[in-house]
């Protein structure tokens, strides 16, 4: 696949071997194979071919990466997870679900286009057809009702640019929805951004002094309010793996989306 930088236009070709050696040399943790991300404008006959081409990407991933992993025994372990596409329809995502899980990967991205009240449905199809024993990772979901959503349907993990994304224009989260510190009621507002919250930034910084940092243009503000975006989502996960253990996930999504739903 060939892409223009969008930076001085010159072009780039990336291939499944150019990503895994990408993501090998970054040492990254997690691998994804190299995907085609379709949208929801794209037809059915579309959605189909781009597959195939998703699932001949997959295998020459695995190829790659378990080349590049022979060549280097003493490097730390990295995980290829494959990532299943399909958009909206069933037949295709379980499909693809299936086809990846024949291949040799260690966990699996769920990924795509996917419109939020179907979020759950999709899940199941995927997750439904995927191994049991090995990890699944829902792509780029990154708001608490979205979180809860895929854990309740089967997702372990997760990743988004959001909490920091949205710091960087001073939106902060809290167990009361999220809220704009750069306002005027924050002008003299002594408070942190959340009074149940203990990272570094609610230890020890005031919505006041966050405020002032935006105002001024500090780059400081987008760092401190990240810290706190990101232990927020952190936190959640935590707490809502403590509630499945004790059998308690249900009872605790209603109270906690209640809460935050009613504030946001
Ligand atoms: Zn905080």
């Known amino acids: 696949m060939t892409f223009k930088s969008h930076l001085d236009g010159s072009k780039h070709r990336f ?7 990408i993501q090998h040399g970054i040492g990254a943790d997690i691998i994804f194979a190299f995907d085609e991300l379709t949208t929801l404008m794209n037809s059915r006959a579309y959605q189909e071919e781009s597959l195939a081409r998703t699932q001949r990407w997959a295998e020459r991933c695995v190829i790659e990466h378990q080349r590049l992993t022979a060549a280097r025994p003493d490097k730390p372990k990295q995980a290829l997870y494959g990532v299943v596409q399909g958009a909206q329809h069933e037949d295709l995502r379980r499909k693809a679900a299936r086809d990846l899980a024949a291949l040799d990967f260690d966990g699996f991205g769920l990924g ?8 759950g ?4 199809w995927v997750n439904e057809e995927l191994p049991v024993d ?17 854990v309740e349907h089967g997702c372990d993990t997760f990743d988004c640019v959001t909490p920091s994304r949205v710091a960087r224009s001073s939106r902060v989260y ?3 929805g999220r809220f ?11 408070r942190p951004i959340s009074d149940e919250c203990d990272c570094y930034t609610c230890a020890n910084y005031t919505r006041a002094y966050l405020r002032h940092l935006f105002k001024a243009n500090e780059m400081l503000a987008a760092t401190l309010c990240t810290i706190h975006n990101e232990h927020f989502f952190v936190s959640l996960v935590d707490a809502m793996r403590d509630s499945i ?19 946001a």
Do not use: W
Request: negative net charge; contains cysteine.
């Open 15 to 21: 291939t499944p071997e150019v990503s895994m050696q």
């Open 112 to 119: 795509g286009a996917i419109e939020k009240e179907n979020l």
């Open 121 to 124: 449905t999709i899940c199941t």
């Open 134 to 150: 090995k990890p699944r990772h829902l792509l780029g979901i990154g708001e608490p009702e979205d979180l809860f959503e895929g």
């Open 174 to 176: 809290s167990p009361d």
């Open 180 to 190: 704009n510190l750069n306002v005027a009621a924050s002008t003299r507002d002594f």
């Open 245 to 263: 253990n004790a059998g308690q996930f249900a009872e605790f999504k209603t109270e906690y989306l209640g809460r935050y739903l009613a504030g």
